[in-house]
């Protein structure tokens, strides 16, 4: 059983971020926590404008989030790791080798699509990105809800 679910990407203010708030939603009846976590935070900041404005106007909130970078602590606690990227599986287990088991794409329901970081992409960017994650998140919610 997951009790503890970590999202990752890699500035930490954008997709991950999405995904946390997203998925701690969906999954608010059961004991799971959820957090996220960058490869290269951008630590301590607000989640990027653009992410965030899409988010709410889909009645989500990110009130009170900061970004933070991944550690191997972090990793350790953990019992779910979702990624981005098929890189980003690689970049999780250099910082901790024996997480390998538990690291996986957002994407996996979805045939291991991967989501590109929308990051100065411009709005559509954040949009397309925001889809892909709700689709993603679902479909994890679904298995992990039961």
């Not at 954008?14 to 009846?29: G, V």
């Not at 959820?34 to 009645?59: D, F, I, T």
Request: aromatic share 4%.
């Amino acid at each position: 059983m997951f009790r503890k679910i970590l999202v990752v990407c890699v500035g930490n203010i954008c997709r991950s971020p999405t995904a946390e708030m997203m998925l701690r939603t969906a999954l608010q009846t059961t004991r799971i926590e959820v957090a996220s976590a960058g490869l290269q935070a951008r630590v301590g900041e607000a989640m990027e404008p653009a992410a965030r404005q899409v988010l709410e106007a889909r009645g989500q909130t990110a009130e009170g989030f900061k970004a933070r970078q991944l550690t191997a602590d972090i990793v350790n606690e953990s019992d779910l790791i979702l990624v981005m990227e098929k890189k980003h599986v690689n970049e999780v287990l250099k910082i901790a080798s024996h997480a390998r088991g538990k690291v996986f794409l957002l994407g996996k329901w979805q045939s291991e699509r991967e989501i590109q970081d929308p990051y100065r992409q411009g709005q559509a960017a954040f949009i397309h990105a925001h889809a892909l994650i709700e689709d993603a998140v679902s479909s994890w919610a679904q298995r992990l809800g039961h």
